[in-house]
Structure formats: structure tokens, C-alpha cells
């Protein structure tokens, strides 16, 4: 019947685009483990990437009824990193967070302090078990509760997001609780001086 077929392809298409993403993160994956390969850096705003990513997840965070708070500075705030790189980190981490919560509600919030940008993501989903927290972030490991909702993953996702803030002399941290949700906190260090276009310099993050 013409139902069957409409499941079919939509089905593969599925599939295809988790391939096309699997092969993308693995490329991007060996590209920032390669000690020969250097990042390309330039002065990115994090707010501006930051607020386009949860822009572009609103309407899946509506669609589920989800309450979806975003709090940012209202200034520019510059780190020294790939734009690349940067929206790959948002988009993993506020997309998971959407992703993995069927009700309740995902904030963001982004502060600066001390010379470094904090920014928390958290949500009131299926959450992590403390046997799972020391490995969700090594390559293809998928977390029981995970596996055992109906979401698709390559289990790339928060490897990756752990190799680029590493990349970027970040900090990644992570608190949860199975049924009682996630909190993501991403420490960047920001650039220092009043000419972004000038020489970068940033504070390291300890």
C-alpha cells in the first residue's frame, strides 16, 4: 500500500542522514585528535552562536511543549576559536537537551566571569545514571537510557563536543540524575584587550 511505502522511504532517508552525520562527525573527530592538524582561530562572538543555534531548536521545543528559556549577555562576547567549531558545540549540546526531554523544560544561560564565558544547559529529561557519567563522552558510547527511548543517535555527539572544548582550552562539565535531567556547563576563556581584530590573547581555563 501507499502507507508501507511512505514509511519505507521515510525510514531511509532517516537512515541516510544518520550516516551522512555519523561520516561527518568522525571526520570532524579525527581531524581535532591529529596534533599535525592546526584549528584555524578568529574572534567569534559565542552569543551570536549561541542564540542562532536555540533559534533554530525553538519550534522542536515547541512542537513537544516544552518550556525553552535563553539567557545571554546583551554585549558581544568574543573567545578565539573555530566558528565552525562553536556552533558544532551548541548545536550538540542544546539539541541533546531538546532531544532527550519529553516534558518540562531546557534553559540556557551564558554569563561571563573572571575572563571566562559559563554557559549551562539543562533540562528536565531522562538524565544519566551515575554508572553511564564516566563514559558519555567517549566515541560510540550511548547511554542505557538512551538506547531505550525511541531517538536516534551516532553516540559521536558529546565525544565530540568534549574534543572542541579541549581543543579550545575549555572546561566541560556534567551533573544529572536518571529521570531528573542534565546540566551541561561549557568554560570558555574569552579574548582579552578592546580590539578584537587585533592580536589575540586569551585567560586559560583551569
Known amino acids: 500500500p501507499p502507507e508501507n511505502q511512505r514509511e519505507y522511504l521515510i525510514r531511509a532517508e532517516?537512515?541516510?542522514?544518520?550516516?551522512?552525520?555519523?561520516?561527518?562527525?568522525?571526520?570532524?573527530?579525527?581531524?581535532?585528535?591529529?596534533?599535525?592538524?592546526?584549528?584555524?582561530?578568529?574572534?567569534?562572538?559565542?552569543?551570536?552562536?549561541?542564540?542562532?543555534?536555540?533559534?533554530?531548536?525553538?519550534?522542536?521545543?515547541?512542537?513537544?511543549?516544552?518550556?525553552f528559556t535563553v539567557s545571554t549577555p546583551d554585549e558581544r562576547v568574543l573567545v578565539s576559536a573555530?566558528?565552525?567549531?562553536?556552533?558544532q558545540l551548541w548545536m550538540n549540546l542544546v539539541s541533546n537537551a531538546v532531544k532527550y526531554t519529553e516534558e518540562g523544560s531546557v534553559s540556557v544561560t551564558m554569563t561571563v566571569r573572571d575572563g571566562r564565558v559559563i554557559t549551562t544547559i539543562r533540562d528536565t529529561?531522562?538524565?544519566?545514571?551515575?554508572?553511564?557519567?564516566?563514559?558519555?563522552?567517549?566515541?560510540?558510547?550511548?547511554?542505557?537510557a538512551a538506547k531505550a527511548c525511541s531517538q536516534m543517535g551516532t553516540g559521536l555527539g558529546l565525544s565530540l563536543v568534549?574534543?572542541?572544548?579541549?581543543?579550545?582550552?575549555?572546561?566541560?562539565?556534567?551533573?544529572?540524575?536518571?529521570?531528573?535531567?542534565?546540566?551541561?556547563?561549557?568554560?570558555?576563556?574569552?579574548?582579552?584587550?578592546?580590539?578584537?581584530?587585533?592580536?589575540?590573547?586569551h585567560t586559560p581555563t583551569g
Open 14 to 67: 532517516q537512515r541516510a542522514a544518520a550516516q551522512l552525520e555519523l561520516i561527518g562527525d568522525l571526520l570532524d573527530l579525527a581531524r581535532l585528535q591529529n596534533p599535525d592538524l592546526c584549528v584555524e582561530r578568529e574572534p567569534v562572538d559565542v552569543v551570536e552562536a549561541l542564540l542562532e543555534t536555540c533559534d533554530a531548536l525553538k519550534a522542536r521545543a515547541q512542537e513537544k511543549h516544552l518550556e
Open 82 to 87: 573555530s566558528p565552525k567549531h562553536i556552533r
Open 125 to 144: 529529561g531522562i538524565g544519566i545514571a551515575p554508572e553511564d557519567l564516566p563514559r558519555v563522552f567517549e566515541d560510540f558510547y550511548r547511554t542505557k
Open 162 to 201: 568534549k574534543r572542541i572544548v579541549e581543543t579550545h582550552d575549555g572546561r566541560l562539565d556534567v551533573e544529572s540524575a536518571i529521570g531528573e535531567g542534565s546540566t551541561f556547563t561549557v568554560t570558555l576563556p574569552v579574548i582579552t584587550g578592546s580590539d578584537p581584530d587585533g592580536p589575540l590573547s
